[in-house]
């Protein structure tokens, strides 16, 4: 048997529970973006990477206000988010050439929402044949490049 060495998911794996800490009130607030992995901030959202990736590249969008339904924003949120996605889908074909994307938002805790109180949209880069025999056989999923690498790649691509 083979093993995929991967000790940067023993900070997931063993983190405290914080209940009713918002990690993405939390990285709107902080002021230093490259270690909160924010990528770009507007007047009402921001963008940041995903720590816990589905896929290499993959992105959220959230208001910087602590809201957990399309109805409780703004129409000036609703199109700065959507401007953002859109800059999302940008910086990330420039770079990274996906075949694809899939982009949606879980609200409520029954669809799945990680965070229930805080919407967020997900933009996550999909390639042919991304799924291979790792998340069949072993549920693991491969990311390729350190998010670190990624983060200033992305803030180096002009996606405006």
Not at 48 to 75: F, I, R, T
Not at 103 to 108: A, K, S, V, Y
Not at 117 to 132: F, I, S
Request: proline fraction near 6%; aromatic fraction near 8%.
């Amino acid at each position: 048997m083979k093993q995929l060495w991967a000790p940067w998911r023993m900070e997931y794996i063993g983190r405290p529970d914080r209940e009713g800490a918002c990690f993405l009130c939390e990285a709107a607030a902080a002021p230093d973006d490259r270690r909160r992995l924010v990528l770009w901030r507007g007047t009402t959202s921001f963008c940041l990477m995903n720590c816990w990736p589905y896929n290499n590249g993959h992105l959220m969008v959230a208001p910087l206000a602590h809201k957990g339904d399309l109805g409780d924003l703004s129409e000036e949120e609703l199109l700065e988010q959507m401007r953002l996605v859109r800059r999302c889908c940008r910086g990330l074909t420039a770079l990274m050439s996906p075949a694809g994307f899939n982009i949606g938002l879980n609200l409520g805790k029954a669809a799945g929402a990680g965070v229930p109180g805080h919407m967020h949209w997900h933009v996550v880069p999909r390639w042919e044949a991304d799924t291979n025999f790792m998340p069949v056989v072993a549920d693991t999923k491969v990311i390729p490049q350190s998010l670190d690498e990624l983060w200033q790649q992305l803030r180096d691509v002009d996606a405006g």
